[in-house]
Each structure stands twice: as structure tokens, then as C-alpha cells.
């Protein structure tokens, strides 16, 4: 009864870690990389300068320094990161891949001393008229 048992859990080990061998990644990096920062939010907690409940799971682009062990690399962190310790293991860290498919390019936006700004538009797109249970709502599309 007790080695089937012992069976039993040997063959679930070996389960799981086929499991979790599939979705493990050997990562290295090499001195220059490019990388990304992942980082944990919490609501209403501010870190790394990102605040709040749709903060980025991985912020910012940063260098890698030097390697410290085989899990273990020195960032270059920016000034105002400097109250955070710049050595990070492996699996907090994302190659970044340069694209120029995602590059935003955006218009300057004259911006009033209180920091608002006039929207302009540029055309109407399109209109419709959807019918409620007793009233009308007028949608317009602008671009």
C-alpha cells in the first residue's frame, strides 16, 4: 500500500515537471542588451514612477552592465531609480526588440499653462442614429 502510494507521487512529480520544463526558457543575455523591467504593481502604490491600477507589467528600456552569477544581471537604472537596487535575476527581465512597426508617431500638442489643451477636428466620419426603448441616441464618428 505504501509504495503505491510512493508510485503514485513519483509519477505526478514527474508530471509536473515535464509541465514545467515545456514553459521554461534558458535566458542569457550578453553585455549591451537591451532589456525590459518587469515589475508588480499595487493599486494606489507608486513604484518605478508608473501609479496605479493599469500600470505596465514591464517598464522602460534598460542596458545591461555586467552579469552577476548565472541568474544575476546589473541594469543601468535611470537617476530617479536610484533608491532601487540595480541588480536583477533573469526571470525579471525581457529581451526588448526594436520595431519600427511600433513606433507612435504623434503631432505636437500646444499645451496651456494649466496643462489642457483645445481638441481640433479634422472631419466628421460618419453618422447614425441608434434607437433605445424610448428615446433616441445620435452617434457621430470624428476624426
Excluded at 552577476?68 to 533573469?90: D, K, M, S
Aim: with cysteine; proline share 3%.
Amino acid at each position: 500500500m505504501v509504495e503505491l502510494i510512493r508510485k503514485r507521487l513519483v509519477v505526478a512529480q514527474q508530471r509536473q515537471k515535464k509541465y514545467a520544463d515545456q514553459t521554461r526558457k534558458d535566458r542569457e543575455y550578453e553585455l549591451g542588451d537591451s532589456v525590459l523591467l518587469k515589475v508588480s504593481p499595487w493599486k494606489g502604490v507608486m513604484r518605478f514612477g508608473e501609479k496605479g491600477k493599469l500600470s505596465p507589467r514591464f517598464i522602460r528600456r534598460f542596458e545591461i552592465l555586467k552579469r552577476i552569477g548565472p541568474l544575476a544581471y546589473e541594469l543601468t537604472l535611470a537617476p530617479n531609480l536610484q533608491q532601487v537596487h540595480n541588480v536583477f535575476n533573469v526571470s525579471m527581465l525581457r529581451k526588448y526588440h526594436a520595431d519600427a512597426r511600433y513606433v507612435i508617431e504623434y503631432e505636437h500638442v500646444d499645451l496651456q499653462p494649466d496643462l489642457t489643451y483645445v481638441e481640433q477636428h479634422v472631419c466628421v466620419m460618419g453618422q447614425k442614429e441608434q434607437v433605445l426603448r424610448n428615446k433616441i441616441v445620435k452617434l457621430v464618428r470624428i476624426l
